[in-house]
């Protein structure tokens, strides 16, 4: 539609996503897969600057199952993300901080 490629070429404007924390991140993305209006270049700068986070503990589980739900929705490989979702998943030492929803989500998109 033309207010996702609007919304989209804004973001991509930016010189950087700086002021993007992790749920706003997560609820873009999954606002382009939901209404499958993917934009492949978005799609990637918000992986790009996801990668460049140092950690991801400032990403809830709800952000963590909507951002590769998303990606995987939106059939847009990104394989260093996902290494860096699996990593950050795999050091987590109980996994019931995720809820059954999340936990499928995940797996699906993987």
Do not use: M, T, Y
């Not at 706003?24 to 897969?33: E, R, S, V, Y």
């Not at 739900?69 to 996994?95: C, G, M, R, T, Y």
């Amino acid at each position: 539609s033309r207010l996702f490629k609007k919304v989209a070429d804004h973001i991509l404007a930016l010189d950087n996503l700086h002021p993007f924390n992790a749920e706003n991140c997560a609820i873009i993305l999954w606002a382009f897969a939901k209404a499958e209006g993917s934009d492949p270049r978005l799609f990637k700068k918000v992986a790009g600057h996801i990668i460049a986070f140092d950690n991801l503990h400032s990403f809830n589980p709800q952000n963590i199952s909507n951002i590769v739900w998303a990606f995987a929705k939106s059939k847009e490989p990104q394989p260093q993300l996902f290494q860096k979702v699996a990593d950050h998943i795999l050091a987590i030492d109980n996994l019931r901080v995720f809820n059954a929803q999340e936990c499928s989500n995940i797996l699906w998109a993987f």
